[in-house]
């Protein structure tokens, strides 16, 4: 498709709305329109507002493009794109999404190039995704302009288009199981204003934030570079664990026992570990280091390493969920999880409800403040929650009580350094796989 109409000659002309008042820029997408106004902002900017309703832009960095003004209400993606574009080459990439409730057509790709440059293969502007996350007035944190809703048993197609238009929302993922709808609402229409409108809405059954969580609370773990202090020796094993952390560095990638790893915020993008937490916690997983008061390990465990974290530290609902349901795709049934919260989540209740039902184990360290009662989700009774144990019993720096199943050692030496802490002793518990039913 070829671009057309100017956009200088647009805003001279008056074809469509005018200019924006107010400055900044704003998109709405729903199914094939578009709502955008934006004043003096780059095309490049512009284009970042489609990548938040998980659009795929490439640009080509050779052109040379003209500040954007405009105000645009309810038009054509196709006729917006071409306008954005003059007088460049462009394509607008549609894709069906298939959901519970039936299907809907969105825009997936937009590409812009220069004359005759679309014939080759075009260089992605695209940026490794790091999570929007603003804090609530209750000092909770989500994903911005982003909510999760659950339909009732029955509902239809037509009653999530009549909350996606409640909402000037898109819908940017199923995850099914447990069947939730990620939409991203409009940016003039807070989190808390959408919630309250689906939650009001037919066939809607419950409606929260897109929660974001840190890992500030872990610990970070120094990397030499040169796995030293892991045992390559071992015989690889049948079974494999999904470790949920950090990452895992590309120096620990390639041994025997590592499965492809998998980035939770980022799908397809490459996995790196910029705590080292993850990195040492697959490693206790896998059977190659092994927690001070424990003989060395006979055989290794295969481990799928899950990046969860983005580069500043945070996740979110979708990306846990996302990835429990893609870890067990691949076959894996065992979980580590190193991370928790102070409270308890109904979709994340129903989504680990969803796991155990397909047959999964979820291993999590029960917390590091030496307190009575195990976080969120580790008290969860889904869920095994495990704490540490020293040489005179549970360790200072263990959460126990009766919701923690069991106490494993938690202090281990990795690269030339001690390191303690539940999310030590929850891998290995997982490895060895004491706790079954």
Known sequence: MRGGLGLRRWLCGGLLWGLCCGAGASLQLQGDRASLKVTEQTLVSVLELFEAYGVEVVLDPALEMERVSGNWQRIEVDRLVEQLAHPHDYVVGWRRLNTPLGALDQV???VIMGEGALDDEPVSRRKRRTLDVVQA????HHIRGEILVGFEEGSTIAELKELLRAVNGTVLEVIDPPGLYRIRVSDEMSVEEALAKARLSRGVSEAEPNRAFSNDDLPVVSLSGTPSGVNLNLPAGERAIAVFDSGIDPVYQNLPFMLTAYNAIDPGAAVDDPTG????VSMIAAGAVVPEGRPPNEESVRVLPVALFDANGWTSSEALFSAINYALDQGVRDFNWSFGTDDRIPFFEEAIHQAVDRGARIYISSGNEGA?????????????????EG?????PWSNYGDDVDAYYPGKVYFNGKWYYGTSFSAPLAAYLNELRD
């Open 108 to 110: 997936s790709r937009i």
């Open 137 to 140: 007035e209750d000092g909770s």
């Open 277 to 280: 937490h993850g990195t040492l």
């Open 372 to 388: 009575e009662g195990s976080v969120y989700p580790a008290s969860s009774p889904l869920t095994i929650s495990i704490g540490s």
């Open 391 to 395: 040489p005179d019993g549970v360790a």
